[in-house]
């Protein structure tokens, strides 16, 4: 029985670990969020001088600035390869991806940029900004389900912000649904 017991334990330590090890980043911007909250909003917004605002995604509540990359590629291994330069916008639709988590050893800087999108709630906004234009949407709703499941309606004015889920699978989706503001 004692070694049925150290067994656990070890199994539960080194569990633990690879787990860690595994979604560092997610584990690493959950407990950043939990304990400092949203960053302060002059940290987030990218101003002229420091990058190009030709297409870039901000998200002051959970501290996103990534650049949107436009691709045609509709097959997933040109997307993963896209992703590794910030969010995707899946061609001919309203929905951007991103990943809510990658593995120690992935080479974008972009592998848990969308980490914390559950935190989002209806009425927060966000903002896209497309050279010098700043295009402002409040969310609406989130959902999670399964891939062949999710609805997204086509309205121009809606858009949605899609990572898998739970973290470290491809099971389900987060889908954050938001509506432009300044039509």
Not at 5 to 27: D, M, S
Request: charged share 20%; net charge neutral.
């Amino acid at each position: 029985m004692r070694e049925f017991v150290i067994f656990i334990i070890i199994f539960i330590v080194v569990f633990a670990i690879a787990l860690v090890i595994f979604n560092g980043r997610f584990v690493f911007a959950q407990i950043k969020y939990s304990v400092l909250g949203p960053p302060p909003l002059n940290q987030v917004f990218p101003s002229s001088s420091d990058q190009d605002l030709s297409l870039t995604l901000v998200i002051p509540k959970i501290g996103v600035d990534a650049p949107i990359v436009l691709t045609s590629a509709l097959d997933e291994g040109t997307i993963q390869i896209e992703l590794e330069k910030g969010v995707v916008r899946y061609p001919n639709s309203n929905v951007i991806l991103g990943h809510s988590s990658a593995y120690p050893w992935y080479k974008g800087n972009y592998g848990s940029v969308f980490s914390l999108l559950n935190k989002l709630e209806k009425g927060d906004e966000f903002f896209i900004f497309s050279g010098n234009n700043k295009f402002t949407y409040t969310i609406l709703d989130k959902k999670i389900d399964l891939p062949k499941n999710l609805e997204l309606e086509s309205d121009n004015d809606i858009i949605y912000l899609v990572s898998c889920w739970p973290i470290s699978t491809a099971w389900k989706r987060i889908a954050v649904r938001a509506e432009r503001l300044d039509k």
